[in-house]
Structures are given as structure tokens and as C-alpha cells.
């Protein structure tokens, strides 16, 4: 079977690690997989992508424009929305014609727009697209932050400031969307079982098939090793328990590093001793931004897209802390209890389907700075951390392998494919 995965870019970004992964577990699974982006890292022969480089940049920047200008020459927002109003058209490239089913992902910032999606269904083959987040079931958002217009009707969206001087731009991408997908069957896969609830609920997909898979993760790569010899490597302390903070943009808001602080605020002041036993490690873009406020010894450790650092990175540390106010099925999580580091989080998205609570981790409840702190006290000074390093590790071996991934994306391939060809 010829798979055709679609996605912006080949590594940058979750959905990218993803998407990389499954084109690896499929090509080992015995299937023939391709991956076509806009943004090529590697010379991986099996990833091609889009012609015209600066055509692709005019599209990115055209559709930041036009939100820019939409949201009142306001930044604030210009990252959280997209419209797909400019993209390719890839129904005419060979890697199309040959596939048997293209793989979507996640295809935002100019890559395809939604006249191109509608070409792509036109199209006969069968289409299945990887939510790695909510905005395939909405008008423009990719994080509803408590909207449920999407239920109903998406209108006067929160993310463009109240601007209706130019009409309603999210009711118009939503009318949009629902004439893209008239008459169309698509296989919808969210990657945790939240969001594909979340989905099922969106008046956009109604009548369409919403699956969840997880995403898979190499566990023989993505394993353990001496903390010592990784401590050594990446520059932390020996002689210390680590706190360890992974985010491509550790600013970024929606990650949570402002709880982060705060439990560690609460930490230091309740328990001065931990100031000498414990240290932070960011791993992250503008790690250095927040290491001030930080009261513990703070190590920022730069963006790095270097597998092997990575690995050692979480190996280095004793305790992963993703406090994120939105997530799916973060790669982060499965990374660090894939190298045996149990993981803190809130209750919110597909983070209570990784972590089990005390039994390889935290759950902490939602936006609570306080109960994070009391889970990075448990799982550093009071839990058994052998028994809870080995359960993360084995939780992710037992739901997450590559080849469990893999075998369970080829049924939607080929329910997919059986579907399209009862209607032929």
C-alpha cells in the first residue's frame, strides 16, 4: 500500500515528530510510505518536498497578513489562528497520483489551503487526516479555550479582539469548511481519545468517522541510560535532583512555565533544604528569558532538534513537568517516561490518558500551583521512584510502540480504501 503523509514540515513541531515517526513505523510495518512537506530538514529520500521555496514563503506570509490585518494590526493572536486561505495544490505531483491514500496532518501556515483540501477529496482517493489538534473541527482555532461554538457554529470568535469591521472571518472559514467537506467521507483520527470526543461533538464533522490512534514513539530509541554519563553530556549537576521543563517555545503561554515557577516559589519557601538538592533544566527557545524567576539553580539548555541531546536531556533528569493548559497527546510526555523519567501534569486534554496517577507520575489539578508542587515533592522525596520509572517506561512500550501504532493506522487505511471503492 502507497501512503501519502501531508504535513508543513518534516521535524519542526509535534505534529512533524508525529508524522515522522509514523511514515518510519509504516515503511517498517511492510507498507510504502512518503512524507511530502513544505519544510525538508534531512535527505531523507522517503520525505519529499514542495517546489518553489519562495512561493511557499509568500503563502505563509500572505495568510499572516491577512490575520494580522483582521486582528486590528494586533500580534497578540497571529500564531493561534489559521484560515488556509493560500496553499499548494499537490493533486498534480507524482507522489499523489501514485498514492492509495494521503495521509494528512497537520497542514497549516500556507501549506494547503482549503480550496486545496477540496481538490484533494475531489480527487477519488481515499483521505485520512491526523488531528494534533482541534482546529480540522473548528472554524480558525486551534485551542477553543472553553468555546463551544464549534458545537453549533463557529461565529465572533474570542481570538480576533471583537473586530467585525471587515465580517465575521470566522463564520466565513466555517461556511467554507462545511462546503469543502459536503459530500465527502473522510476517517478523522485525533490523537487522544479527549480530543476525539471533542471532535465527535463538532457540528463541522457530523456524519464523518473520528478514530483515536496515539501517536507512536520509537522505544528502542527512546530509552534508558547512566543519568550520570547524560548529566555529564548536556552540563548538569551531579549532585542534584532535576527538574526538567521541555517546550519548543519555553514562553510560550499555553505550556504553563508561569505554574511551573509558582510551584517552585511555593517549594522553596515551604522548603528552604530543597534550594540545595534540586535544580531546573529548560529545554526550550527563550530558556533564558525565565531563568531569573526561577528560585531554584536554573539551567537553560537552548532548542535543540538533535535526537540523541534529547534523549539525554530526559535521562539527565529525575522528573519531567509539563503544566500546559491545552494539550492532545504531548510528544514530551511520551518521550520522558519512554527514558523512565515520570511526568507531572495537569488534568486537562490527553494528559490523564498518559500519566497514571501515582502509579508513573503526577496528575495535578488544572491550573493548580500548589498540587503541582506537591507532585514534584511526592515523586522526588516520598514515592518509590524505582517503581514509578519503570511503570512510565513500560506504559509506553505496552500502548505507544511503532508497531502497535502502525498496524492500527493500516485497518483505517484500509476500511478507508474499502469504503471508497463500495461507492465506486
Not at 83 to 106: R, Y
Not at 128 to 153: E, L, Q, R, Y
Not at 353 to 366: C, L, P, S, T, W
Not at 375 to 397: E, H, N, P, T
Request: glycine residues 6%; charged residues 20%.
Amino acid at each position: 500500500m502507497n501512503i501519502l503523509i501531508v504535513n508543513t514540515s518534516e521535524n519542526a513541531g509535534g505534529a512533524a515528530v508525529a508524522a515522522s515517526r509514523l511514515m518510519c513505523a509504516l515503511n517498517q510495518n511492510g507498507e510504502h510510505a512518503t512524507m511530502l512537506v513544505r519544510d525538508k530538514d534531512t535527505d531523507n529520500p522517503n520525505v519529499v518536498a514542495l517546489n518553489n521555496k519562495w512561493l511557499q514563503r509568500w503563502r505563509f506570509l500572505w495568510e499572516r497578513l491577512y490575520i494580522y490585518i483582521r486582528c486590528s494590526f494586533s500580534r497578540r493572536h497571529l500564531f493561534d489562528i489559521d484560515i488556509a486561505n493560500t496553499g499548494a495544490d499537490i493533486t498534480g505531483l507524482k507522489v499523489f497520483k501514485e498514492a492509495d491514500v494521503i495521509h494528512l496532518h497537520w497542514i497549516n501556515q500556507g501549506m494547503l489551503s482549503l480550496d486545496g483540501i477540496r481538490k484533494i477529496l475531489n480527487s477519488g482517493k481515499p483521505v485520512v487526516w491526523t488531528m494534533h489538534d482541534i482546529w480540522p473541527a473548528t472554524a480558525i482555532c486551534h485551542i477553543t479555550h472553553g468555546c463551544n461554538n464549534f458545537k453549533s457554529v463557529c461565529r465572533e470568535c474570542q481570538y480576533l479582539c471583537g473586530n467585525s469591521g471587515y465580517g465575521d472571518l470566522a463564520h466565513a472559514v466555517w461556511q467554507r469548511k462545511l462546503r469543502m467537506l459536503k459530500g465527502q467521507h473522510l476517517h478523522f483520527v485525533a490523537c487522544s481519545r479527549w480530543l476525539a470526543g471533542e471532535a465527535r461533538k463538532s457540528a463541522l464533522l457530523r456524519g464523518q468517522t473520528v478514530a483515536s490512534i496515539p501517536n507512536p514513539i520509537d522505544t528502542g530509541v527512546f530509552c534508558q541510560s547512566s543519568t550520570e554519563d547524560a548529566r555529564r553530556r548536556v552540563g548538569l549537576p551531579l549532585d542534584k535532583r532535576v527538574v526538567l521543563f521541555v517546550a519548543q517555545r519555553a514562553t510560550n503561554v499555553n505550556k504553563g512555565m508561569a505554574y511551573l515557577i509558582d510551584a517552585c516559589k511555593m517549594l522553596a519557601q515551604e522548603y528552604p533544604d530543597m534550594r540545595e538538592k534540586i535544580c531546573v533544566a529548560v529545554l526550550g527557545g527563550h530558556a533564558d528569558e525565565v531563568m531569573d524567576e526561577i528560585p531554584f539553580p536554573a539551567y537553560p539548555l537552548g532548542y535543540t532538534s538533535d535526537t540523541a541531546r534529547i534523549i539525554d536531556v530526559y535521562n539527565a533528569s529525575d522528573v519531567f513537568v509539563l503544566p500546559s493548559l491545552s494539550e492532545n497527546l504531548p510528544n514530551t510526555i511520551m518521550e520522558a517516561m519512554a527514558c523512565g523519567v515520570p511526568c507531572i501534569g495537569f488534568n486537562v486534554g490527553g494528559i490523564p490518558e498518559m500519566i497514571d496517577h501515582q502509579k508513573n507520575g503526577y496528575v495535578a489539578r488544572f491550573r493548580d500551583s500548589a498540587d503541582l508542587a506537591k507532585g514534584i515533592r511526592w515523586i522526588l522525596f516520598d514515592a518509590d521512584y524505582d517503581a514509578l520509572s519503570k511503570c512510565a517506561r513500560r506504559k509506553i512500550v505496552d500502548s505507544y510502540s511503532l508497531q502497535s501504532v502502525a498496524m492500527r493506522y493500516v485497518e483505517v487505511y484500509n476500511h478507508a480504501i474499502a469504503i471508497k471503492h463500495y461507492k465506486l
